[in-house]
């Protein structure tokens, strides 16, 4: 009774906190469904002032599929999981593990901007590792394939991805956050929305490289490689992982950038196989569609 009472509560809490955003009703720096449509709308003008590929249409090819994953990945799914997270917690709390049980960083001594730093760099590198995983194990790779399935570039496709995506992120990032003693710095909703901006701009139709830094920033140029079909020899499992930070790639030496013409073709061999609708795609994982 106890669990499901906390799964009701948090549901509801969800729901509420959703639409109290959708009305402005929540602290700005909070808002993520209007920070995710403003971020949107920006980088939807520089594709539209700045084109890269000048002649894919402003419109791309699944422009409006890729729209729709986007709020369903990021708010519809967290509504119908977030009970799910509250009870494992309660679970976990219970038989006495808590976020203090693998701490190996304390952060609390060091001063606002540094703790940020770190959450975001450990953050990211734990993404990174994740998603080489998903690259790596074929059962995974069924998932990831989703993200991969775009055909035609753009910011939207940037949380085109599977749901199971998320279940597959979270214990590995929340196990990432337990070593800093499942500290959240207060200001982590710039991580969060830095984050947002460069996983936008990393797949927008937008030549940006940061010059020098592109050694340190994941790009639109470095990231349309980790999209391309044809893989370099010895690396078909795939180049580029990296989420917002491109030196991980770097240090592991699964970099690859062999030119920045941004003309090249996306997806994976069996393409032609895969389910072009978001319901199909999202059973295709399990073996349930697998023609289209
Ligand atoms: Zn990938
Ligand atoms: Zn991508």
Redesign the pocket.
């Known amino acids: 009774m106890e669990y499901l009472e906390i799964f009701a509560n948090s549901f509801v809490g969800t729901v509420n906190w959703t639409w109290r955003s959708i009305i402005f009703n929540v602290p700005w720096y909070n808002n993520y469904f209007w920070g995710l449509t403003l971020i949107s709308l920006i980088v939807w003008g520089l594709e539209f002032a700045f084109p890269w590929r000048k002649n894919q249409s402003i419109m791309r090819k699944d422009f409006w599929m890729d729209g729709f994953y986007m709020y369903f990945n990021f708010f519809i799914f967290s509504i119908i999981i977030a009970g799910v997270y509250q009870v494992i917690s309660t679970l976990f709390f219970n038989i006495g593990i808590t976020a203090n049980s693998f701490q190996f960083l304390d952060l609390s001594a060091y001063p606002w901007w540094f703790e940020l730093l770190i959450f975001f760099i450990l953050l990211d590198f734990v993404q990174w590792f994740t998603h080489v995983l998903l690259h790596k194990f074929t059962f995974l790779w069924q998932f990831h394939k989703v993200?991969h399935s775009v055909e035609e570039m753009g910011f939207a496709?940037?949380l085109r991805y599977h749901w199971m995506e998320n279940i597959l992120y979270k214990p590995l990032k929340t196990i990432g956050v337990m070593l800093i003693g499942g500290f959240e710095p207060e200001q982590a909703y710039i991580v969060h929305f830095f984050a947002i901006t460069i996983g936008h701009l990393?797949?927008a139709n937008v030549k940006i490289t940061w010059g020098p830094l592109r050694y340190i920033f994941n790009n639109s140029v470095m990231?349309l490689w980790?999209?391309a079909l044809n893989l370099p020899k010895g690396q078909r499992t795939g180049v580029n992982f990296g989420i917002s930070l491109s030196l991980w790639d770097y240090i592991f030496k699964t970099n690859y950038i062999p030119n920045d013409t941004g003309d090249i073709a996306l997806g994976f061999d069996d393409m032609d196989e895969f389910p072009t609708s978001f319901a199909k795609q999202n059973i295709y994982g399990f073996g349930l569609s697998k023609k289209k």
């Open positions: 993200h496709a940037h990393n797949h990231h980790h999209h």
